[in-house]
């Protein structure tokens, strides 16, 4: 079997396609989630919390400064725990929603009668042999 008839048939398994579509429905699910943290969350939260916008909480450690005509422009550094805010709720908020999916995901499976229990094997030669010497001495 050729290397590309290889690929072809692994491509076009089911579970390949199956994987692509999750892949692509859970980026939009992130998107979604993440815009309703942003816009529709932590906006109320922070004006309960005093007017505070979460994507501008920072400790700055370095302020930008401009380039002078001896030294080069030096960039912000900061530690944006704001962000780290947000992106926590997004995380509790996806998994959640997964955890919600696998719960009704695993109630809609069809409950699989237990097997019952295989018949006792019969008698083997050794002791069909034994039944028949006891029929026997009891006659």
Same mark, same amino acid.
């Given at each position: ?43 109320? #939260?922070? @004006? $309960? ?11 700055? %450690?370095? &302020?930008? !400064? +401009? /380039? ?23 995380? #509790?908020? @996806? $998994? ?11 109630? %809609?499976? &069809?409950? !699989? +009668? /237990? ?25």
């Amino acid at each position: 079997m050729g290397f590309i008839q290889e690929f072809r048939d692994f491509a076009v398994k089911g579970n390949v396609f199956d994987m692509a579509v999750g892949v692509i429905v859970g980026g939009a699910f992130g998107k979604l989630a993440g815009s309703f943290v942003n816009d529709i969350m932590l906006p109320p #939260i922070g @004006m $309960a919390a005093g007017k505070v916008d979460f994507s501008d909480l920072k400790l700055v %450690l370095q &302020k930008a !400064e +401009p /380039a002078t005509e001896t030294t080069k422009a030096v960039a912000e550094v900061a530690i944006s725990y704001g962000k780290f805010i947000s992106t926590s709720i997004d995380f #509790i908020l @996806m $998994a959640f929603a997964v955890f919600l999916l696998v719960k009704v995901v695993a109630s %809609l499976k &069809k409950k !699989e +009668p /237990a097997a019952a229990p295989p018949p006792p094997p019969g008698p083997t030669k050794d002791q069909q042999l034994l039944m028949e010497i006891r029929d026997l001495l009891k006659r």
